[in-house]
Nanobody
Framework: QLQASGGGLVPPGGSLRLSCTASGRTFSGYTVGWFRQAPGKEREFATAIRWSDNKKLYAESVKGRFTISRDYAENTVYLQMNNLKPEDTAVYFC????????????????????WGQGTQVTVSS
């Protein structure tokens, strides 16, 4: 079971760190992605990391502001979000594919088999 946490309300320019943990399993050999869904919009890819080689990929909309990272000891994937903008407001989901996805498919939601419940991020003054 995936658990995403760390969301909240921040002003524009603020920061948040989201966490994704898995109970009863490790992320070894997996791909962990963060997706987001704003009201009335489709779910979109934000970033992902391949546990095996630490390869990371970012959507253009978050590149330079968001950083995905892994912690072996904690079996946790973090999403550090800086310089947040109102358009970052969404429910953020972590998702897991039980394999190392190739870069041409890593953005596709259907490649991920397990999804967390989502955590709300609101950027507003």
């Amino acid at each position: 079971q995936l658990q995403a946490s760390g969301g909240g309300l921040v002003p524009p320019g603020g920061s948040l760190r989201l966490s994704c943990t898995a109970s009863g399993r490790t992320f070894s050999g997996y791909t962990v992605g963060w997706f987001r869904q704003a009201p009335g919009k489709e779910r979109e890819f934000a970033t992902a990391i391949r546990w095996s080689d630490n390869k990371k990929l970012y959507a253009e909309s978050v590149k330079g502001r968001f950083t995905i990272s892994r912690d072996y000891a904690e079996n946790t994937v973090y999403l550090q979000m800086n310089n947040l903008k109102p358009e970052d407001t969404a429910v953020y989901f972590c998702a897991v594919a039980p394999r190392s996805l190739i870069l041409s498919t890593i953005r596709a939601p259907h490649e991920y088999d397990y999804w967390g419940q989502g955590t709300q991020v609101t950027v507003s003054s």
